[in-house]
């Protein structure tokens, strides 16, 4: 049976990359050698970090003024490596889901941090909008999609300090005006490749203003400096990004990328605004296009577990909601095809007929 892969991380990826994947780890450009046995110094490989840097650049349209490179450590990592290296006394954080509050526990280890807005209140199902940004802070910090939760930022705000973005799940997404942030990162493993890497996009200026002393791998400059080569880099991942990245401007890059997206997540939102046995579960505008979070409605509880194992008979893969929110979640990136999506909702109307009379 066809699987409709909807997990939330690490998750889809296109095939074509999975089979470029597959022939590297065998043999690696027709030099003889897998991928994962040679030296990360070779030029094959560097023109492997190259490219992907590369294509990042013109994917996304990264100025030149910004550096990028990958490392590894995920982007819980840069959740310590940011305020080492930026929080001189003051930063803002914007608290909108656990992958926040996991970068202020670790924000307060280095100076004061200032919670400027949160949605903690309604169970971070919304976007808080209209807040004040002081301008005293070292820079504000965001999550542009909270992947728990299901809610995303659809527009890049303005601000007056730095603005550094956690974009582990809605990278490469939708178009982005990168010269509104001083510094992207995330995790590759929702949008791009396999665990391992994390993208670093950050503009020069704002580093080297800090006083305390940074260890030599925290020290953004240093892999700045070194291409992503200041130790053994993450080459398995790098080079499934490189592929991913590929794909993505062969079908018409951001642009297209974003049309599918909206196209997908309207397909689902509709089926669960229509259908009666089921509701979403954030605020409408602030709906999350990558990750598509819903519930039964009251009166149906009692058949969510049903509806899974339904779905699962189905081919659906996934789609058991995050402990803290329940329900359901169908993760939607890139990769996923709206045929997936299109049999999730024929699997959601089939239930409606055996349970609504
Ligand atoms: C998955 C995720 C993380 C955690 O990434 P790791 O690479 O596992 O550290 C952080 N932030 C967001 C928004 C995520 O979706």
């Known amino acids: 049976m066809k699987k409709h892969n909807f997990n939330a991380g690490p998750s889809v990826l296109p095939r074509v990359v999975i089979e470029n994947a597959a022939k590297a780890v065998l043999d690696f450009d027709g030099i003889g050698l897998s991928l994962l046995e040679i030296s990360h110094r070779t030029k094959e490989f560097e023109a492997v970090v190259d490219e992907a840097v590369a294509l990042f650049r013109e994917l996304l349209g990264v100025p030149e003024e910004y550096k990028i490179f990958f490392v590894g450590g995920g982007a819980s990592t840069q959740f310590f490596q940011v305020p080492y290296n930026l929080l001189e006394k003051k930063a803002g954080y914007v608290n909108t889901g656990v992958w926040s509050k996991k970068a202020i526990k670790e924000a307060k280890l280095f100076g004061e ?177 990558m990750n598509i979070c819903f519930v039964m409605q009251p009166e149906y509880e009692q058949l969510a577990g049903e509806f899974l194992e339904f779905a699962k008979s189905k081919g659906m893969v996934g789609i058991k909601g995050h402990r803290l929110v329940g329900g359901f979640r169908a993760s939607c990136y890139n990769a996923l095809p709206k045929e997936s999506v299109e049999a999730l909702v024929a699997c959601m109307q089939e239930f409606e007929k055996m349970h609504v009379k």
Do not use: C
């Open 113 to 289: 941090v200032n919670v400027v807005a949160t949605s903690e209140d309604k169970n971070f199902t919304y976007i808080p909008k209209g807040f004040d940004i002081p301008k005293d802070l070292d820079y504000l910090h965001i999550t542009t999609n909270n992947t728990i939760y299901g809610t995303e930022y659809h527009e890049d705000i303005t601000s007056p300090v730095p603005l550094v973005a956690d974009m582990s799940s809605d990278i490469l997404s939708r178009p982005v005006d990168v010269t509104k942030y001083a510094m992207i990162y995330g995790g590759v493993q929702k949008n791009l490749g396999p665990a391992g890497a994390t993208f670093v996009i950050v503009r020069e200026d704002i580093l080297g203003k800090v006083s305390r002393p940074l260890p030599s791998m925290v020290d953004y400059r240093n892999h700045i400096a070194n291409d992503s080569m200041f130790n053994t880099p993450p080459v398995f991942p790098i080079f499934v990004v490189k592929e991913t990245l590929k794909w993505l401007k062969s079908i018409g890059g951001v642009k297209e990328i974003q049309r599918r997206n909206k196209e997908k997540a309207a397909l689902l939102y509709a089926e669960i605004d229509r259908n009666p046995l089921f509701r979403g579960t954030t605020a409408v505008e602030d709906r999350s296009l």
